[in-house]
């Protein structure tokens, strides 16, 4: 009779538990969800710094990688050059700490990949080579396509990867890395094809196309233009539409 008292009460006392758990759960979801609601708006208005500090206080796969992202822009857009270094490597942390937490997450590994470039353009090319970036950013963008084959970013960031390396490297690019001009071309198309109206996909395979032979430059100057006429929707599409105004007008220069 004692025994099965003492079994009625632990099962009671698991309940409890249960309950108490399952009531913090559903309170928490919602202020989580709040947070990262303030951190896009944060964001939306240009407020990188503070979308970052508030993403990461979430603790979770989400909030680290929309941080990882935020501050990666910042650092790269908006600090001072002797700050970017320090910024990149906390966007870093940030992004690992996402793959920590969700193993599955495509945005997760494709911020490893984002934070990875930018601080890698920090220590300059030939460091960064010989330092197995080029490695090591390819595998987390292949590993973003490989969850998630729709996720055109993860596209932009394999066409990017490739011209920058036949930028940097020349004939040896694909010798070393497997870069080339072709997967670089394929891949800016491809994300072209699953954001037809992105600016940041024209102004990107823009870039590349510059990056990567001097008879690319007309179409370069019409995703240029195209990425200019994008309506801006939040302070990173204005940023955008600037930068593809320099580079336009520095094509027109380079013409006349």
Not at 1 to 8: D, G, I, L
Not at 32 to 37: N, S, V
Not at 241 to 253: D, F, G, S, V, W
């Amino acid at each position: 009779m004692e025994n099965r008292e003492r079994s009625f009460i632990k099962v009671q006392l698991q309940c409890f538990v249960a309950t108490v758990f399952c009531l913090l759960t559903m309170m928490g979801s919602p202020a989580r969800g709040q947070e990262l609601d303030k951190a896009i708006a944060m964001m939306t208005d240009g407020n990188f710094l503070k979308a970052a500090e508030i993403a990461a206080t979430m603790e979770s796969s989400k909030g680290f990688t929309l941080a990882a992202r935020a501050l990666a822009i910042y650092g790269y857009e908006i600090a001072p050059e002797n700050k970017r270094p320090e910024l990149f490597l906390r966007a870093m942390g940030y992004a690992y700490k996402a793959i920590e937490l969700n193993a599955n997450s495509s945005e997760a590994f494709l911020e490893v990949s984002h934070t990875l470039g930018r601080y890698a353009q920090t220590v300059g090319v030939a460091e960064a080579l010989s330092e197995g970036f080029a490695e090591r950013i390819k595998a987390a963008t292949d590993k973003a396509i490989e969850i998630d084959p729709q996720n055109y970013r993860a596209h932009l960031s394999v066409g990017a990867w490739h011209s920058e390396i036949v930028a940097a490297a020349g004939f040896m690019a694909g010798l070393l890395y497997g870069a080339n001009e072709e997967d670089s071309l394929v891949a800016y198309q491809r994300a072209l094809i699953l954001k037809p109206n992105s600016s940041t996909v024209h102004f990107e395979y823009a870039v590349g196309l510059m990056r990567l032979d001097d008879k690319n430059l007309n179409l370069a100057r019409e995703h240029l233009q195209k990425a200019i006429s994008v309506p801006v929707k939040d302070a990173y599409g204005q940023i955008i539409r600037e930068k593809a105004l320099q580079n336009l007008a520095q094509l027109q220069k380079n013409r006349g």
